[in-house]
């Protein structure tokens, strides 16, 4: 019981990222934990967690989050922030890619009854003279990176979280989709693939040409997603109060992130010279997508009442929202006209790169932010997290001024254009790949650093031990202030450490083998709304909501500093891989389960002998570390110290999944129809998932021979 429980939650508690949805743990009948005291800090740890200083984080936050900062707009920000590094003693550099964006130029919609009134939705955020950057003049407006230019009209449908399956429920209930308008929820997919799939149900007419006009997603959020902190309950909106304000957007990407993420133009090479340019429709709507607020969306939903098969009889999960609508099916009489324009773009974006060279230069951890924000805000997506590593630089300056001397080499890394679909981050590991193949030992991610008190991680199983440890080092001053990090996160998680899906810059690095981990903390169901993607998610709403004092942006950078002091300074590097074995161990329990609920008969035996296998060969690898450390023998060190390095790279070793080579990783992966989601040996899942057995089988044979050879890396 407790095991399936365990691995339910394992599952779901993966990190979105950008986007993350956190699933708390229900305290009831839980026995009420005892605080542990505070880990024992040696005199360089004291250092840098005296050194945080939540005032100058203060700082860096309001400077980045009053300026455009979308992506390849604002070159000054990433100078600004390689000036920082430089200060510290970072050996700093802009790095440039040449990549495709696109930006809005204007959209419309306008819904008409069959009496021939009109609704026209406002299709953009109030602006609050409390919060001065909502009125900037040169504030982007609502719109879907990478979107579809077109006009369309058509019936409505409600398609819920616009998954494969609530298509299918639709067809199953007799609801017309081609030609018609599809009106989708936010949250489950990434919503790229709810547009993705909006297209590909409407293309099963026959006049493709004219279908892939005019099937269309709008997307609102709604207040069920709010947990308690909601209007209804008798909070204030913002900024009045903490709850939702009725107007706010989530903009987005629209790319099909499961397919592959970075520059639509170049899968698989970065983008600099002059790139050969690839077709980009194989990640990029052929339909137009509109995001819109849930007060825009309430009468739009209305005019789908009395039509089509009520939400209460759907049957499928977060169908029904909290808007006064019956969430019925459509199609409507009504009929919406559309239309959203963009304007293409070759565009330079700028990551800045720090680098402090260690003693071992065939070792190195890299850590990674992006900077580039939808918004002038973005005060927690993702300048939280901006915050929190210029603060982070400094404090490893320190450390150098104080004698010490890295073991290993830093990278810092501040990437741009990672909102449109990872672009920086891809770009760069393309081009690096084989000096981070030759090196790299772990990436370490933040990106939305704080945007609520409640710290959460995901990460690849090597790191969970280090992670953790860290944890009981921090005091987390933003709740009692008598909790170490630990405490709260154990409450909060059952002690469950996320499985890495997609979403964030970490993607690129996990599908080349390179270990990760991503780290954040996040809203609770009783804290203020955070308007993710918003012109509210601004400086303004951080500092009187988010994280007055910025003591969460201050512990977060205290973590994230020890976790990476730790990497780069102890002799060896503290992976534990053996820790692979266990959570193989319980991913395969669950393949069991997916292959047992699918009816289907798939042997897995040769991928248990694998993890089998594994698991002897990460034992020695460990006593052979035990060996190393009671003689004292550096080239012993060395030896152990490069099997932990390498080891990973073993899961990528057999090409990309099916219909998605650049996802390499055969223990996990972002799911075809998740787009942020993890899914565990995703070949073999996804291919029983979609009743195809021999191939299932065919991934048995190739998931087993990735974890061989990761496993022939750590053998002796
Ligand atoms: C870039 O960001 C800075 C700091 O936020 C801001 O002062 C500047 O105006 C921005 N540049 C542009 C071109 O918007
Ligand atoms: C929107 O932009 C498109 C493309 O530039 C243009 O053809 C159209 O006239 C514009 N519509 C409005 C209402 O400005
Ligand atoms: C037309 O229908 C809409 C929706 O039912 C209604 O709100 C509106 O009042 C009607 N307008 C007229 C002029 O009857
Ligand atoms: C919402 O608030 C009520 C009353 O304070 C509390 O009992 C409930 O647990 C809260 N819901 C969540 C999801 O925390
Ligand atoms: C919900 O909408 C219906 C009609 O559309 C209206 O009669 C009712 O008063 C509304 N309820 C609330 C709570 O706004
Ligand atoms: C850091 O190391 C790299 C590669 O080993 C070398 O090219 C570079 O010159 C070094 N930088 C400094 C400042 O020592
Ligand atoms: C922790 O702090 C809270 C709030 O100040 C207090 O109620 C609680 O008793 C403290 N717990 C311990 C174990 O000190
Ligand atoms: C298998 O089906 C059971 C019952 O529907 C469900 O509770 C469980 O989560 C499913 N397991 C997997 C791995 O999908
Ligand atoms: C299973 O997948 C393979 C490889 O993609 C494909 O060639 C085959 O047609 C699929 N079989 C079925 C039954 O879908
Ligand atoms: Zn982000």
Redesign the pocket.
Known sequence: MKKSLLLAALLTTGLDACQRKRHFHNQDGHAKRSLTPRAPLSADESLIIDSFDANSIDEWSYYYTHGLHLAGKNRSQAQWTADRWSEAGFNTRLDTYNVFLDYPINKSMSLTYPNGSVYQPSLEEDVLPEDPTTEYPNRTPTFHGYSFSGAASGQLVYVGLGQQADFERLLDLGVPLEGKIAIARYGGPFRGLKVKNSEAYGMLGTIILIVSYIIHSSQFTDPADDGNITVANGYAAYPDGPARNPTSVQRGSVQFLSTYPGDPTTPGYPSIGNPVRSDKSVVVPGIPSIPISYQDAQPILQALDGFGTPGIDVGRDDWVGALNATYSTGPSEAVIDMSNYMEDHYTDLWNAIGVMNGTNSDETIVIGNHRDAWIIGGAADPNSGTAIIVELGKVFGKLLQSGWQPKRNIVLCSWDGEEYGLVGSTEWVEEYIPWLSDTAMSYLNIDVGTSGPHPSISATPELHQVAIEQMHKVMWESLEGNKTMYDVWLEDTDGVVGVLGSGSDYTSFVHKGIGAIDMGSDQGPNDPIYHYHSNYDSYHWMANFGDPGFLTHKNMGQYLALLAYNLISEDFVPLRPMNYATQMDLYYTLLRETIANASANVDTEELRDAINTFSTQAVQAEKLHVQAAMSGDAALMKVVNGKYRDFSRGFTSQGGL??REFYQHVVFAPGIDTGYAPVIFPGITE?VE???F??AE?WVGKTARGILVAGDILKT
Do not use: D, F
């Open positions: 099916p219909g291919a979609a009743g195809n021999s191939l065919e």
